[in-house]
């Protein structure tokens, strides 16, 4: 069983930078997606990126392209959200997850149960 915990999140001023690490425990399968949503109270869950693990292949939201980076820690099953340059629009809980397959900049449930994190908060104040 797969298991999730983050952590990086915290304060920080408008164009300042984060790094938020998602550590993974447990067997995966050889192919699947890594990825990072955010959530503001009384919004819907918002995928920010996503990684394929076999290819590094990444997918980002329009509102973070360019400014934030997901990528593996070296080989292993662990991943990092690089985040630059950030905006108080950014302000957010951050979740990683884990599922079979990506589908734009979050992930596919097609491929069955997705393995959430409990969040990280990311607060960027002006």
């Known amino acids: 069983q797969v298991a999730l915990v983050e952590s990086g999140g915290g304060s920080v001023q408008a164009g300042g930078s984060l790094t938020l690490s998602c550590k993974v425990s447990g067997v995966t399968p050889p192919l699947y997606c890594m990825a990072w949503y955010r959530q503001v109270p009384g919004q819907e869950r918002e995928a920010v990126a996503s990684?394929?693990?076999?290819?590094?292949?990444?997918y980002y939201a329009d509102s973070v392209k360019g400014r934030f980076t997901i990528s593996r820690v070296n080989t292993n099953k662990d991943f990092i959200l690089q985040m630059d340059s950030l905006k108080r629009e950014d302000t957010a809980m951050y979740y990683c997850v884990t599922a079979r397959f990506c589908l734009a900049a979050g992930i596919s449930v097609s491929g069955g149960t997705p393995t959430w994190g409990q969040g990280t908060q990311v607060t960027v104040t002006s």
């Open positions: 990684l394929i693990s076999n290819s590094g292949t990444t």
